[in-house]
């Protein structure tokens, strides 16, 4: 029983390049969160994803940021141009549903990305 | 808006003893849930209690407890016989009903458990 998959753990990426960071969801999963954790910081909500669909983006930076969930395969969180202050630990999570019942949303281990 | 308070970046406790850690938070909102999180250095995001607010119980799990108290919006961890592998951060995180996986976190307290 895999749990939430993310990848790469560390990313080391020069200013201006692309970073992409992955997730797979708990088998069976068909929601997605994506978290930001700066030093010293909790985890920050950036955005959600249910399948091929972005719900809820109200946490994501408006420029360089992207996220999508595809039929198949991973979440890709997407920075573009990347700068010094991209520099934080992301962590993705999984769920099942949103329904009543359900209260728990699963966690990976998170990717450290470094902008050098 | 929600927001999630912590205010003890650290603390530190003998082994074998008790530790609470403290949360308040602020919220319109009627029916939602608190969850307390454990980091440590692997980064791994492990859930260690969760409260519904509907509930007056305080839940418990093993060692863990928590204090909520709806009105004062306070949710404070108690860790009993405390053990070198609590030393992590800890996070208290409150989520809405119904936005599973939409939580807002605390900045955390470092807890350090000395043999």
């Known amino acids: 029983n895999a749990g939430v998959m993310q990848n790469p753990r560390h990313l080391v990426r020069r200013r201006g390049q692309e970073a992409r960071l992955r997730c797979s969801p708990v088998?069976?999963?068909?929601?997605v969160y994506w978290y930001r954790q700066l030093p010293e910081e909790g985890l920050k909500f950036m955005v959600y994803?249910?399948?091929?669909?972005?719900?809820?983006e109200s946490g994501m930076p408006k420029e360089r940021f992207s996220a999508e969930f595809p039929k198949e395969g991973p979440s890709i969180l997407r920075i573009q141009q990347v700068v010094r202050g991209d520099s934080a630990a992301y962590f993705c999570?999984?769920?099942?549903?949103?329904?009543?019942?359900?209260?728990?949303?699963?966690f990976g281990q998170g990717t450290r990305l470094t902008v050098v | 808006a929600q927001t999630v308070t912590q205010s003890q970046p650290e603390m530190s406790v003998q082994e074998a003893e008790t530790v609470t850690l403290s949360c308040t938070y602020d919220?319109?909102?009627?029916?939602?849930?608190l969850f307390w999180y454990k980091q440590p250095p692997s980064r791994q995001m492990i859930l260690v209690i969760r409260?519904?607010?509907?509930?007056?119980q305080n839940a418990t799990e093993n060692r863990f407890s928590v204090n909520f108290q709806k009105a004062a919006k306070s949710f404070s961890l108690k860790i009993s016989d405390s053990q070198l592998g609590d030393t992590a951060m800890y996070f208290c995180?409150?989520?809405?009903?119904?936005?599973?996986?939409?939580?807002?976190f605390g900045q955390g307290t470092t807890l350090q458990v000395k043999p």
């Open positions: 999570a999984s769920s099942n549903d949103r329904g009543r019942g359900n209260t728990e949303a699963f």
């Open positions: 088998k069976g999963h068909s929601h």
């Open positions: 994803l249910q399948k091929e669909n972005i719900i809820d």
């Open positions: 919220t319109s909102e009627s029916n939602y849930y």
């Open positions: 409260q519904e607010a509907y509930k007056q």
């Open positions: 995180a409150f989520m809405k009903q119904r936005a599973t996986g939409k939580l807002i």
